[in-house]
């Protein structure tokens, strides 16, 4: 079937099973790998994107679904001004080890800060549970996080 | 236990130091492959320079997440004397013949590279200092380096890198052995905390994991195994997975019964992954009985308990008399205790893409040992070595998973009968169940105390995997864990079981496991003998000294784990008052060269266990490389043990595991981590890996705190549910 997204300001037209899920027309049909595929449960969230602002596991989230909303990934959420701001974050608190769930990681936050500019520690837990990270970075995320609020690491 | 020793990492890779030190290897001139730009010197197989002074410096171990990919080119950078911020890092190919060792296994990149690395700079910066002297009519010895320039101090003239290093390039290089490196007081660039050059792609999303590789006519696939590991297809309808959209092909692969090579299962390629993946959902595969169906972890667990009451099957080691110790005591002690297989749960799951085509196959593959998985592929497929080509990628989390390369295997045995380049991605249910687990044990202690509380004698029947001599892989024992050799009287008896399910290396292997049960045995004999449990660790250590031989992989120092508990207990403020229900916990575990010791802070309430702080103080030589790396993987291997401990077990029912998923073998999640303050101690020893020493003594730190929290004693792992 034939769909019409919006991903990261463009509009692009795929030719897809409709329930594919978003993570792989993103993957495999779209090129952009940057969204990251672990568990395909939402059970890490690795695969976050954003779907009208709101953080949602495309691993999970069939493209029948997705519809007209906009679509934002990592390799879009710098557009963003929060999302640089947390992007920058990470680069100066040095979060990842091997990275590989820090594309997630940054949606996640990126999604926390939009409706919570100065986020508490029990706001981040809250919004970034999950989201593993198995080299367990978890210390600089929010130390990350909260440089990105202006909270101070 | 030859046979075991001979894989222990840390033995291993010891015996290889010399050749690698010694053999001028590191100065190979092939020229590296890839990305060469116009007008560049190429100093040697590590350093290229351009005309405008931009240096690339080849990083030659897979990256895993040990930020090898930055640590080691800032060796080469210091000593060639350029401006960091001037460096682009390659990753090499692999390519041993170049390369020498490219393994990120057994925290010994490090060790075995931080002499060799630099003379490779060192090396680069005395041609680049010839190549001036020439051009100028002057003696080399008038030369001297800032960084990216040679100059010439009595004329005060200069030269850039960038002009220099072509003409360097064609010059003879130095004997390395000749060279003197710099003082480390004069260090700009080693000690100062450095970030990956991936970090950029990393926080953009641009490609840069094995499972992010494109080549062009590239076709997705999934691979189906047996759950009884090793079980063969014994009939399979294919065409429900044929009828599926996108679908390109689907067949039976062979394999064999090695469990650490090609296993027997069913590919289904298709044009995107989902396909495949929903293709492979349809087949109906009848897999034939397979001797190890009848495995069990409540079979193991009985048998072990057979085995703990027996006479052992063999003595690895015995000094002095145990038996005479434990009759003189004042105090005998004897606990049991035991921990489960678990599983490497990396994020990014197992996953390769190959391409064969007329007998030459080319891999892009996350793996941190590449050369097993050549030969792997070699033999399977029938093609040469040589006509075999290996690109590493980075690596979604390593923890010794990808040390094994049956998925590099699978994908080029795919992609060869498939006709056309695969990229082979597993399930994360084909991840959880065919791992190559951190195997199980159960070890019997007795200690005897005399009247003074000190300790007179130490026993533990350790009952393992294996058959007859051989221990299963990663479930052995070497005998000489502390307390060995400062106890007069001790001895380390085994009794195996055989196993039929694929075990491996997994972060600090077997030390994972020891760590735990010694010394949270240890904290047992300090509360026996009311001793403080810091007080009761540092007479056992002694005087300053070296147990074991010098050079050796096991031999220990007790001066310098004395040094890493004094400065954890200092930290920590051991010894202060705690609230009721909260307690502090110690531990200290020496492997993978590296000394470490850590305090946790824990609290329970109404079975609610709660982690207030860890410390942790590390001796891993005189030189921290890139402490920003450093304070991560510290930080990382205790959280990552604590999540362990916490939480996961694999089971098997049936010859097959039981557990599928993050939601049955959970991993650590933020709302569980507590902060980590990380302390190193120098000491005048050669610098050395920090990928693994701080995980093993984690797991005890944290039950010794909710024994003073509680008074209840974890003996049995994983945490789960015992304090409810």
Redesign the interface.
């Given at each position: 079937m034939a769909f019409t997204l919006t991903i990261n300001g463009e509009t692009r037209s795929v030719e897809?099973?409709g329930d594919?899920?978003l993570l792989?027309v993103l993957?495999?049909?779209l090129?952009?790998?940057?969204?990251?595929?672990?568990?395909?449960?939402a059970?890490?969230g690795?695969c976050t994107v954003h779907i009208d602002g709101a953080p949602v596991r495309a691993c999970i989230t069939p493209v029948r679904r997705v519809g007209d909303k906009k679509v934002v990934?990592?390799?879009g959420v710098?557009k963003d001004p929060v999302g640089a701001k947390v992007?920058d974050a990470?680069?100066t608190i040095?979060v990842?080890?091997?990275?590989?769930?820090?594309?997630g990681q940054?949606m996640s936050a990126t999604a926390l800060l939009t409706a919570n500019p100065k986020p508490d520690d029990a706001a981040?837990?809250e919004a970034?549970?999950g989201?593993?990270?198995?080299?367990?970075?978890?210390?600089?995320?929010?130390a990350a996080i909260k440089a990105a609020s202006g909270q101070g690491a | 236990m030859d046979g075991e020793m001979l894989r222990d990492p840390t033995r291993r890779l010891f015996l290889q130091t010399g050749a690698a030190l010694g053999g001028g290897l590191m100065m190979s001139f092939s020229l590296s492959s890839v990305g060469h730009a116009a007008g560049e010197g190429t100093l040697n197989a590590y350093v290229r320079i351009a005309p405008d002074g931009g240096v690339t410096i080849v990083s030659k171990v897979p990256e895993?997440?040990?930020?090898i990919k930055t640590s080691l080119p800032m060796l080469i950078a210091e000593e060639l004397d350029v401006e960091w911020s001037a460096v682009t890092v390659e990753q090499a190919i692999a390519d041993t013949k170049v390369f020498g060792r490219q393994v990120a296994g057994g925290s010994m990149a490090t060790t075995l590279e931080y002499d060799g690395l630099r003379r490779v700079g060192a090396t680069g910066r005395a041609l680049l200092i010839a190549a001036a002297a020439a051009r100028w009519g002057v003696p080399a010895e008038t030369c001297a380096t800032e960084p990216g320039f040679v100059v010439h101090g009595p004329s005060k003239r200069r030269l850039a890198y960038g002009e220099l290093a072509q003409a360097a390039s064609a010059l003879t290089p130095p004997d390395p052995k000749s060279l003197t490196l710099k003082d480390p007081k004069a260090f700009r660039i080693i000690g100062q905390?450095h970030?990956?050059g991936?970090?950029?792609a990393?926080?953009?999303?641009?490609?840069?994991?094995g499972?992010?590789v494109?080549v062009p006519g590239m076709l997705?696939a999934t691979f189906a195994k047996a759950p009884t590991f090793g079980a063969r297809v014994a009939s399979v309808d294919l065409a429900p997975a044929k009828a599926v959209?996108?679908v390109k092909s689907a067949f039976v692969v062979e394999g064999g019964t090695a469990l650490t090579g090609l296993l027997p299962g069913v590919a289904v390629v298709a044009d995107?992954?989902?396909?495949a993946r929903k293709g492979r959902n349809a087949l109906e595969i009848q897999w034939a009985d397979h001797p190890t169906k009848a495995q069990s972890s409540a079979g193991f667990a009985a048998r072990a308990a057979e085995l703990s009451k027996a006479a052992p099957h063999r003595t690895l080691r015995s000094d002095g008399d145990v038996d005479a110790a434990f009759k003189g005591a004042a105090k005998v002690v004897s606990a049991a205790y035991d921990y489960p297989f678990i599983a490497h749960?990396?994020?990014?799951?197992q996953n390769c893409t190959a391409s064969f085509k007329d007998g030459k196959v080319e891999i892009w593959a996350p793996t941190q040992n590449p050369e097993p998985g050549r030969k792997l592929v070699a033999a399977a497929l029938g093609v040469a070595e040589t006509d075999i080509t290996i690109h590493l990628v980075?690596?979604?989390?390593?923890?010794g998973r990808r040390l094994m390369n049956d998925y590099m295997v699978e994908a080029a045995m795919i992609s060869k009968l498939a006709g056309a380049p695969v990229k082979l991605?597993w399930?994360?249910e084909d991840d959880t169940q065919h791992d190559f687990y951190r195997p199980g044990g159960w070890h019997n202690f007795t200690a005897g105390l005399d009247a003074k509380g000190d300790l007179v004698g130490w026993r533990d029947h350790f009952v393992t995997f294996g058959e007859g001599e051989q221990f299963a892989t990663a479930a052995g024992m070497n005998a000489t864990q502390f307390p060995c050799r400062a106890v007069d009287n001790y001895r380390l008896d085994v009794s195996v079981m055989p196993l039929g399910a694929p075990t491996g290396f997994l972060r600090a292997p077997a030390n994972n496991a020891f760590g735990f049960v010694i010394q949270c045995f240890t904290d047992e004999l300090a509360v026996a003998s009311g001793q403080d449990p810091v007080a009761f660790r540092r007479k056992l250590l002694g005087e300053p000294r070296l147990l074991g031989d010098p050079g050796q992989g096991d031999s220990f120092h007790t001066g310098r784990m004395r040094g890493v508990l004094d400065l954890v207990a200092e930290k920590s403020g051991w010894g202060r008052k705690t609230s009721k229900g909260t307690g502090l916990g110690v531990a200290c575990h020496y492997s993978h060269l590296g000394y470490v010791a850590v305090v946790m802070e824990v609290s329970v309430s109404k079975g609610a266990l709660k982690i207030h702080k860890v410390w942790a103080a590390a001796d891993v030589g005189s030189q921290i490389v890139n402490p920003?790396g450093a304070e991560?993987?510290v930080?990382?291997s205790i959280?990552?043990a604590i999540?362990a401990t916490l939480h996961q077990a694999i089971t098997f029912e049936n010859g097959a595991a039981v557990q599928s998923?993050?939601?049955d073998h959970p991993?650590?999640?933020?709302?569980e981590?507590p902060?980590?303050e990380v302390h190193f101690k120098l000491s005048d020893n050669r610098p050395t890996g920090l990928g693994e020493p701080a995980y093993p003594p984690a797991p005890a730190a944290l039950c010794n705190a909710i024994f003073a929290a509680t008074g209840k004693r974890i003996r049995s792992l994983p945490i789960g549910d015992q304090l409810a």
């Open positions: 897809v099973e594919t899920p792989w993957r495999d049909t090129g952009l790998v940057g969204t990251k595929f672990g568990c395909g449960a059970q890490c690795a990934t990592i390799e710098g992007q990470w680069k040095d990842p080890q091997c990275g590989y769930c820090q594309a940054i981040i837990d970034m549970n989201n593993l990270c198995r080299c367990a970075t978890y210390i600089r995320i929010k | 895993v997440g040990q930020g905390p970030r990956s991936d970090l950029d990393i926080v953009t999303g641009q490609p840069v994991y499972i992010d494109r997705y959209a996108g995107s992954w989902w396909a749960a990396n994020l990014e799951p980075r690596v979604g989390g390593g923890f991605v399930t994360r920003s991560q993987q930080q990382g959280l990552d999540g998923s993050f939601a991993l650590l999640r933020m709302t981590a902060p980590v």
